[in-house]
Each structure stands twice: as structure tokens, then as C-alpha cells.
């Protein structure tokens, strides 16, 4: 009788790894020695004008630009969601913070990028003397400011519009703040803050140019990247350079979209707030594989007694507290002096930026900032009609239908995601062949950034409304404008205010690129605000650098605080489950 060699299939089956986990660890092992080979090109010396990265047109580089960059994108990232759940809990849980944190989330989001590296880039490069690391966090914190507020809105929303049989079940079974957050808030809100999160990181990809070839107070900076290969070939006119650009951000969009959201989505389906499960769910061969390894168990196992120790610790730190009567009257007074110390500050402010203007530019200046600020307005308003009325039924569409959103959202991702500012030079190049007035072609520049927001989130508002209810509404026969108007609407407004304030928001930080495009040495001007921050930002000039920021802000706030702010209301009262 020959001995046996080699293991029994039960043998082999009880081996503690398969085929997923050799996968699993080999993947994961060219992940880290990649981010080790692009990370250590952001450590190198940098001393300004002597010492400064260049960005050679050779298609060869390309592999090692799209690392650089996409690692921007995703540091960027991690900052904002961590940013988003601190941010907004603190806003949806105190009303006196909220009074503070919502106004002033208004005016970051209408600051624009430009705004933001004008007043960055310095401080950052001297934080990390003779380290191009400096310039590094200057380009992700401004695209960390392109991808952030979206996620925040988003976020505080969900936080308010938590369903109130699920927020009488928290409190019946007493759970504390932290169970509350990991337990009820954060998966009821993780399908929309996943959709919200790949729409920012779609429009980050928007200003990756601007955070890395970086022009401000008569000062240019460039670090190695897509965006800064991108601006490079557009001035030389290389449009082969620009064709290769295309192809390699197109596979980075791709890669990206089947090994980090398209997992995440399969993952998140699981934290639908809905009795009957969905007709066909979701699925990533990645999350298979995950799935099928069995070091992520393993591993889940061995930290599991270190985690529950962690929310046992976290848990008794955040008790429940008792619902206390409120002394109506205490409570007006107490409101009262809030808001008069709150009116004291903003005068404050408002008194020296008033001080500052009419001592730097005068009052004609700000009456032009105004008169540019009501072009764009026009603009913007335009942009969001036309995308609600074209992407609404389209998002909804894909959020109904799993298998067409199976089919599309990867379209969908690769068309949100594509820096829409990488086709500027083709549609400048048509605007100057076809005499198109950049004043028009601007609108649609802009919404080549900003009018995913509203897809976005009507595919996430969409998928968020239980099945049961779409059921009922087909058994109850509800076809065509009363199954929007009875189902749909109330089902997805939420999301599409959410997705309408950050689109509005995008349009006009997108208005700062789109307003002013350029194709060799020609130039196309709109007249416009954003036009004229990018003209002061560029030649340096503060004080109107300061004004049309300023500008702006006034429009967005003005906006959120009489339009948005009452649909927001709206669906607070009227459309919470």
C-alpha cells in the first residue's frame, strides 16, 4: 500500500488559506509596495525657484503620474470623511452649534478652491522647509475642499432625517450616543454618504489640475500628476499628449471603480432600512473574494475582544441622557443672548471687511462684483434646472432597477469621475472653430462638473425608499406622474436638495475654471465672478482677490439661507419617514 504524499481533500479544506486569501495577500502586498514607490516621490528636496519638480510630455510617465495623483485623491478623501462624521454629527446634534457650524459650512463650500490654495500654499510649503512635501499638502487640502462639503451635507441630512420608529427604538432599548452613532446613524445613512462620497471623489478629480500646477499670487508651482501633465500639454497644444491623458485617466477610473466602489456598494446594500430585500442585489467580484478569503475572519476574530473593549469604553463615556423638561422661558432668554452675542460677531466682521474694501478697491468695485455675481447667478440657475430635469428621472431609474444599475453605474462613475476639465482644450479649440461666445459655452463647462451631484444623489435617494413601498405602489396600479408624485418625489427629495446645494455650490466653484479656458496661447474670457477671481488670483491682487471671494459667498449663503434652507425644512416636516 503506497503511502500518500500529498493532503486529503478534507485536509486541504481545512487549511486555514485558499485561493482568495493567496489573492488576497498578493494584492495587497503590490497596493502597499506601490503607495511605498509613489510616496517616496513626495519626500523629495524642494527649494523654490533653484530646486523645483518638472513634468516631462512622455507618455512613459504617465503610470507614475496617474499614482501620484490618485493617492492625492485618496488621502484627500480620508480627510473628508473623518472631517464629514465629526463635522456633521456635532451640527445635527446641537442647536446652537448648528447655528454656527451650517452657516459656516454655506461659506467654505462658495470659497472657492483657488481661494483656498491663495491663502494655503505659502503657509504649507513653509510648514515643510526644503520638503516638497509642503506643496504636497497644499494640493490635497485643496482637493480635499472639492470633495468634503458634499459628503458634510449629506451626512447632516441623513443625521435629521433618521426614521422616527427607528429613533423611538434607540431610546426604548436605552442605547448610548456612540452605540447610537455605530449602530443606527451611520447605517442608515451609509448608502447615501457612499454615492455622495463617489461623486466627490469624481468631482476631486475636477480640480486636480488646479492643486497641481498651481498659479496664485504671481507665483506657479507644479507637482508631478495627471492635472499638471494635462496643463502642460495644453500649452505646448500637444494633442497627442492629451489623447494619452485621456487613456490613462480613463483606466484609473476604471480601477478604481471595480477595486474600491464597486465593493463598497455590494458591502453597503446590507444597511437598507426596508423589510423585504431587494430584487437582485448589488454584487463586486471583489467582495466575493473578500468574502471567500478567510484572513479577513481570521483576522475580525483576533481584533473583536480589542473592538468590544474600545465601544464598552466609548459606550459608558457616552451614556443616554434623560429627556428633561425645557423651561420655555429660560429658553427664549437663553436664545435670545445667543444670537445677539452670534449678531455682535458677525458685525464685527462684517465691519472690517467693509473697512478693508472701501480702504482697497472702493465702492464701484463692489457694485461690479455684484453685477459679474448675477451673470454667473444666471448661469448656475440654468445649469440646475436643465441637469434636475435631464438626470432626476435617470438617477431614479438607475436607483429602481438593479440590473440597469449594474449595467450603468460604472458609466455613470467613469462620466462623473472624468476630470471635465481635461476636455476644456477640445471644447475651447470648438468654441473658438465654431465663434460659440464662452459666455453660453460656460454653462456648459460648469455643468460638466456639477451636474452629477444631482444623479448622484437621486440614484442614492432612489435606492434608499424601501422595495415594500415601491410593491405597494405597483399593486396599488400607480403609473406614470402619480407614482412620482405620491412615491418619488417625497421619496427622493431629500437626496435631490442635498444633491442640488452641493451641485449649486460645484457650479459656482466650477464657474472659476469654466469662465476663463484657454488653447495654446488663445484665451476665452466670460464675464463673470468667476472670471474675475481667476484674474486677481493669478496676478496676486488680494483685495480683489478678498472681494470676489467675499462675492460669491454672499450669493451662496444668500441662496442656501432663502431657497435651499426652506426645502431642506420642507422635507424635514413633510417627507420624514
Request: hydrophobic share 55%.
Amino acid at each position: 500500500m503506497l503511502k500518500r504524499t500529498f493532503p486529503s481533500p478534507e485536509a486541504l479544506r481545512r487549511f486555514p488559506f485558499g485561493l482568495a486569501d493567496i489573492a488576497l495577500i498578493f494584492g495587497t502586498l503590490v497596493l502597499l509596495g506601490l503607495i511605498a514607490r509613489v510616496g517616496a516621490g513626495t519626500l523629495v528636496s524642494f527649494v523654490p525657484p533653484d530646486v523645483v519638480p518638472d513634468v516631462s510630455l512622455n507618455p512613459l510617465h504617465l503610470p507614475y503620474y496617474a499614482g501620484r495623483s490618485t493617492l492625492r485623491m485618496f488621502i484627500a478623501l480620508f480627510c473628508s470623511t473623518l472631517f464629514t462624521l465629526i463635522y456633521s454629527y456635532v451640527a445635527a446634534k446641537s442647536r446652537r452649534a448648528e447655528q454656527i457650524l451650517i452657516p459656516l459650512l454655506d461659506i467654505l463650500q462658495s470659497v472657492p478652491v483657488l481661494g483656498f490654495l491663495s491663502i494655503t500654499v505659502t503657509g504649507f510649503i513653509a510648514l515643510f522647509p526644503g520638503s516638497l512635501l509642503g506643496l504636497e499638502a497644499a494640493s490635497i487640502f485643496a482637493i480635499f475642499t472639492s470633495q468634503v462639503w458634499n459628503m458634510t451635507f449629506s451626512f447632516y441630512q441623513s443625521l435629521r432625517m433618521v426614521p422616527s420608529e427607528l429613533d423611538e427604538a434607540a431610546r426604548l432599548y436605552r442605547l448610548s450616543a456612540w452605540q447610537r452613532f455605530t449602530k443606527l446613524e451611520v447605517p442608515s445613512a451609509m448608502i447615501g454618504l457612499i454615492w455622495n462620497a463617489m461623486m466627490s471623489f469624481g468631482g476631486g478629480w475636477f480640480f486636480v489640475a488646479a492643486s497641481e500646477a498651481i498659479s496664485v499670487l504671481n507665483q506657479k508651482y507644479t507637482l508631478p500628476g495627471l492635472g499638471s501633465y494635462v496643463a502642460a500639454a495644453v500649452t505646448a497644444q500637444d494633442l497627442p499628449a492629451l489623447g494619452w491623458a485621456f487613456l490613462t485617466i480613463a483606466v484609473v477610473i476604471l480601477l478604481v471603480d471595480q477595486l474600491f466602489w464597486r465593493p463598497l456598494i455590494a458591502w453597503a446594500d446590507k444597511f437598507r432600512l426596508e423589510q423585504s430585500s431587494a430584487a437582485e442585489a448589488p454584487n463586486s467580484w471583489v467582495f466575493d473574494l473578500l468574502k471567500a478569503a478567510r484572513l479577513p475572519r481570521l483576522m475580525r476574530r483576533a481584533f473583536t475582544p480589542v473592538g468590544e473593549t474600545i465601544n464598552r469604553l466609548l459606550s459608558s463615556l457616552t451614556p443616554q441622557r434623560p429627556r428633561v423638561a425645557i423651561n420655555q422661558k429660560q429658553k427664549v432668554v437663553s436664545d435670545r443672548l445667543y444670537n445677539f452675542a452670534l449678531l455682535l460677531l458677525i458685525g464685527g466682521l462684517l465691519a472690517a471687511l467693509l473697512h478693508f474694501i472701501l480702504t482697497t478697491v472702493g465702492l464701484g468695485e463692489v457694485f461690479k462684483t455684484f453685477m459679474l455675481g448675477l451673470l454667473t447667478l444666471g448661469r448656475v440657475v440654468v445649469l440646475l434646472v436643465v441637469a434636475t430635469l435631464i438626470w432626476t428621472p435617470v438617477g431614479v431609474a438607475i436607483g429602481f432597477n438593479p440590473r440597469l444599475s449594474r449595467l450603468l453605474q460604472p458609466v455613470v462613475q467613469f462620466l462623473a469621475s472624468f476630470p471635465a476639465n481635461f476636455i476644456f482644450p477640445f471644447a475651447t479649440l470648438f468654441f473658438i472653430r465654431a465663434h460659440i461666445s464662452i459666455d453660453w459655452g460656460s454653462i456648459f463647462l460648469m455643468s460638466l462638473g456639477a451636474q452629477w451631484y444631482i444623479l448622484f444623489n437621486s440614484i442614492a435617494g432612489a435606492m434608499s425608499i424601501p422595495t415594500d413601498l415601491r410593491e405597494m405602489a405597483r399593486d396599488l396600479g400607480l403609473r406614470g406622474w402619480r407614482l412620482w408624485r405620491k412615491l418619488i418625489i417625497p421619496g427622493i427629495f431629500t437626496a435631490w436638495v442635498t444633491g442640488g446645494i452641493t451641485a449649486s455650490g460645484g457650479a459656482w466653484n466650477a464657474s472659476i475654471v469654466a469662465e476663463v479656458v484657454a488653447w495654446g496661447q488663445t484665451t476665452l474670457t466670460a464675464t463673470g465672478l468667476g472670471a474675475y477671481i481667476a484674474k486677481a488670483t493669478e496676478v496676486g491682487d488680494w483685495p480683489r482677490i478678498t472681494l470676489g471671494i467675499g462675492m460669491m459667498s454672499l450669493y451662496v449663503v444668500g441662496l442656501n439661507r432663502v431657497f435651499w434652507r426652506r426645502l431642506y425644512q420642507l422635507a424635514e416636516t413633510k417627507y420624514h419617514l
